[in-house]
């Protein structure tokens, strides 16, 4: 079935790609671009890109719906950093850079799960196949731990534990500025940001989920870069970027977190001259944010597991430029 569309004169200049998405309820852009890259969307009779800016009067026309191919997690050979494996699950060290899995939009290869299925062949079925074993995520440029279910009934068991708040997570993060207490509780519901779709808000009443988040302040840094607060941060829930959010929501975002407010650059106070081998600024391509620390019982064994993953390699350099300034 094909739909035909007039572009209207006050639409000038917006993205095709946008524009159409406002004029089919219920489709996502995601499912625009794809019909887009189907060339199932023809512009005065030409397939378009997505990126085509409207100059007003054109005609679109939508042919059918997109067939996307079902996404399927498949085995790839990544090296993972395993801090704790059994039969009925394992624990692994996730390095910042890393997706835990794929999703619409994003790419199928590269991810966690990938890696995960190169290693044990099959894994719990309970999140489908394209997140098999995952039953927690950690945010793409965040590293540290994060616990794989191998088989259904671990599965359920620790979706269950993590639930109940019975399995502890605790996290380390840099935070720009000087936090004023040393230990505090931050309780503020987390919803969607209904302008910036790609960031969590607490300003939100309708929608937003209870989130609990209490931080320890381990040390305290005043440089030429300014000031740093080095904190320990434990969760009684997981929404999404719920630290990031929660921290940068008492005005203190997650270092080199740009999506919350953290600068991309940090500059030196003091002025440096041209031929200093010391360019002056920090930057860190990546959140400073590591889930560095899990305990939890074993769903079957019932024996106590305390696990730790130390700070990676680059937050520590980041850290000691940050501390010897």
Known sequence: MTSTYS???????????????????????????????????????????ASYRLRGGETVEVLGDPTPRPLKAFAEEIALKVVYEDEDLSVIDKPAGMMVHAGAGATESGTLVNALLHRYRTLSSTGGE???????RLDKQTSGLIIVARNDAAHARL???????????TYVALVH????????????PIARDLVRRTRMTTRREDGARHAVSHYTV?????????????????IETGRTHQIRVHLASIGHPVVGDKLYGAP???????????SDPDPGTLTLDRNFLHAAEL???????GKLLQ???????ELERFLHRVTAG
């Open 295 to 301: 305990e939890f019982v074993h769903p079957r064994t």
């Open 159 to 169: 979706a269950e534990m993590f639930s109940r708040r019975q399995i502890k997570k």
């Open 130 to 136: 394209l997140r098999p074993g995952i039953v927690h």
């Open 177 to 188: 500025g000087a936090l004023k207490q040393d230990r505090g509780t931050i309780d503020a």
């Open 7 to 49: 572009v209207p004169e006050d639409a000038a200049g917006q993205r095709l790609d946008a524009w159409l998405t406002a004029q089919l309820d219920g489709v996502s852009r995601e499912r625009v671009q794809l019909l887009l890259a189907q060339e199932k969307v023809l512009l005065e009779g030409k397939s378009p890109r």
């Open 264 to 274: 991309a650059r940090i500059t030196d106070a003091f002025p440096r001259k041209k």
């Open 307 to 313: 696990l730790e993953s130390p700070l990676p390699e």
């Open 218 to 234: 381990l040390r305290r840094i005043r440089s030429r870069f300014g000031a740093f607060t080095l904190v320990s941060v434990r």
